[in-house]
């Protein structure tokens, strides 16, 4: 009798977790502030100028995979088609990676040890906390598995959102959380990390793309159908995708085009070495102007790169070029002859953050370095026509014109 009563309700508790996960499976929201509450794909966001930041940015994770596109007869072979980027607090893309497990002959290089061991070698940072309302945030183009979770924990980043789902190496993070101490297990890992699926639609593409490629008699590898052209094509998609975005939200229209020009400016596509420091950091300049109206002009072009919009009393976020230079113009949209031009004169990540005017031409500029944080460098910069050519640039100098 002893036997049945146990059987019953041994199966008793057995309907009851498969009704549980059947329930489970409808959640798309986290319940509490990790994620990671279930095995399924969920999304801890419901800010939705949160959810189309995570959009840039994930776009921007697959962006830097595709700019260094492996197929299977790559030559030389780098690694895997996956990649990851960080945003700092600050809002701003601080590193990028790809996995580069064949390149180095090293299968612990998957791009997200590689981001976050490079981005702490630079920045001589301890961890990846902090303590501002909006920490660090990795994005990677495919699930971390237990290797890249398991440092991410260690970190004590605080969230990660991936692009695609890994099936077989995936949910490490949720496994690092699970509370089996109830029934004799092991308690959560401590410094639990924010697992989000993304919400861009390339996610779901990229899932049923995996599917399909299994249905029709594909190895059970999700790295061998990144080097398939049906992943290359949606890879491809999404790099379009990211260059002709069009913000919903006005507020991320500065994330929009930092992720753009990161991915023009920064990423590379070729094989980089943990070793190399010369990543483009970022400045951000807040422009007052004394009752002017400052705009866009194509009449001057800097180090090849596209102009930067600015306007009055406005953040103008521009990227550094390769030894740290900020360089970009300031023009007055009444007379594009009045302008000046902005160059930092020193090498930002050395610490010389020299920024000043290289040269002027009716527009007068004063520029105060107010804060550096996260790798950023934040500036002032007061700008006053003078309708006046103090000097004028003849190809070495600023000559002055009085």
């Known amino acids: 009798m002893k036997k049945i009563i146990c059987l019953m309700v041994v199966l008793s508790v057995i309907m009851s977790c498969k009704k549980a996960v059947e329930k489970k499976a409808d959640i798309y929201l986290a319940e509490g502030p990790s994620s990671t509450t279930t095995c399924y794909n969920t999304y801890s966001v419901t800010d ?7 959009k840039i940015f994930s776009l921007l994770s697959l962006a830097v995979v595709y700019k260094n596109w492996q197929t299977p007869n790559a030559n030389p072979v780098r690694g895997y088609n996956i990649g990851s980027v960080l945003v700092a607090p600050s809002g701003q893309v ?10 180095t002959g090293n299968g612990t290089q998957h791009g997200e040890v590689r981001l976050m061991t490079s981005y702490l070698n630079t920045t001589e940072y301890f961890s990846l906390a902090d303590e501002s309302d909006n920490p660090y945030v990795l994005y990677t183009s495919l699930e971390p598995c237990a290797m890249c979770s398991g440092m991410m924990t260690l970190q004590s980043l605080s969230r990660t959102v991936y692009t695609q789902t890994d099936p077989d190496f995936g949910k490490a993070i949720q496994r690092l959380e699970f509370d089996a101490s109830s029934c004799g297990g092991c308690p959560p890992y401590p410094r639990a990390v924010i697992s989000d699926a993304s919400p861009s639609p390339y996610r779901k593409t990229l899932d049923s793309a995996y599917v399909a490629y299994l249905n029709q008699g594909g190895t059970r590898s999700i790295t061998k159908f990144l080097t398939t052209p049906q992943a290359q094509t949606i890879y491809s998609n999404a790099v379009n995708a990211m260059l002709n975005y069009q913000v919903v939200y006005p507020q991320n229209q500065i994330a929009l085009t930092n992720a753009i020009d990161y ?10 070495p943990l070793s190399d420091n010369d990543d483009v950091l970022t400045t951000v300049f807040r422009i007052n102007g004394s009752g002017i109206n400052l705009g866009l002009t194509n009449a001057y072009q800097t180090y090849g790169a596209n102009l930067y919009i600015v306007s ?14 900020a360089f970009f113009t300031i023009v007055n949209t009444a007379n594009p002859s ?3 031009i902005i160059d930092s004169g020193g ?18 500029c004063t520029l105060t370095q107010t804060k550096i944080e996260n790798d950023v460098y934040y500036y002032t910069i007061d ?5 006046a050519n103090d000097c004028q640039w003849n190809g070495t100098a600023c000559v002055p014109t009085k």
């Open 347 to 364: 090498n930002i990540t050395q610490g010389g953050a020299l920024v000043n005017v290289m040269y002027q031409n009716g527009v007068s």
């Open 48 to 54: 939705s100028v949160q959810v189309e930041r995570d």
């Open 263 to 272: 991915y023009n400016n920064v990423v590379s596509d070729t094989y980089v």
């Open 383 to 387: 700008v006053i026509l003078t309708h």
């Open 94 to 103: 601080v590193k990028w990676a790809r996995n580069c497990v064949d390149t």
């Open 338 to 340: 009045e302008y000046a």
């Open 312 to 325: 009055n009393s406005k953040a103008l976020t521009t990227l550094s070029d390769i030894d740290g230079d």
